[in-house]
């Protein structure tokens, strides 16, 4: 058996700050044994915006065709999705609030078709990460993001005590989550902790 692991970076700006906090995670998760991970940088993955149609309430899809398609497969098969972001303006990127608003679809199958979204044996076996980092060094420039990242993990059936969470604030130009004191070893430390939970979950 194999961990699924499925990374969104989230941030516009390729290997900034929120990216390399994500990739200290994924270099830790690897040198687990079974472990298969993807990232996808959400700049390259072509997912538009949410329409607010709601056809997904009757088809059961989204109407768009665009990179959802494949990421939407994905994000099912996952044990453990993370998703990194910089906090813009106290909140998410627009890049990842497009990736969580089309969620719709999930929230649509879940609660208005009455459809599961993993197997029943699934459930509450999956873990969600949420990595962030903001230049401000306010202790509320987080709590913002957290509601559309409770919804997104949440309506893809991640429930709310099976999220983790690195949040790193003070670190605003590229490259300064380099010179924090204990980002690294915390994000490397995260990553093992997940992967070690997750063997536990999936009986390995």
């Not at 692991?5 to 290997?15: D, E």
């Not at 079974?34 to 993955?45: G, R």
């Not at 990842?96 to 509450?124: C, N």
């Not at 980002?183 to 939970?197: F, H, P, Q, S, Y």
Request: proline letters at 3%; one cysteine or more.
């Amino acid at each position: 058996m194999v961990i699924k692991v499925l990374a969104f970076a989230g941030s516009p700006r390729r290997y900034g700050n929120s990216e390399t906090l994500l990739d200290w995670v994924l270099a830790s998760m690897s040198g687990e044994s079974d472990v298969n991970i993807e990232k996808i940088a959400l700049i390259e993955a072509n997912i538009h915006m949410c329409n607010g149609c709601n056809a997904c309430e009757k088809l059961n899809k989204c109407i768009q065709r665009d990179g959802m398609d494949t990421v939407h497969d994905k994000i099912i098969e996952a044990d453990c999705i993370v998703l990194s972001s910089p906090i813009f303006c106290m909140g998410l990127a627009a890049q990842v609030k497009a990736l969580v608003d089309r969620a719709q679809v999930f929230r649509s199958r879940k609660y208005v078709l009455k459809l599961p979204i993993v197997p029943p044996e699934r459930k509450g076996k999956r873990l969600g990460i949420f990595l962030a980092t903001a230049g401000q060094k306010w202790d509320y420039v987080f709590d913002g993001a957290i509601p559309s990242v409770k919804c997104f993990y949440h309506v893809i059936d991640i429930r709310d005590e099976d999220i983790h969470y690195l949040m790193v604030n003070g670190v605003d130009e590229k490259g300064a989550i380099n010179n924090h004191l204990t980002a690294r070893t915390d994000a490397e430390k995260l990553g093992r902790e997940v992967i070690m939970e997750l063997k536990k979950r999936l009986s390995f």
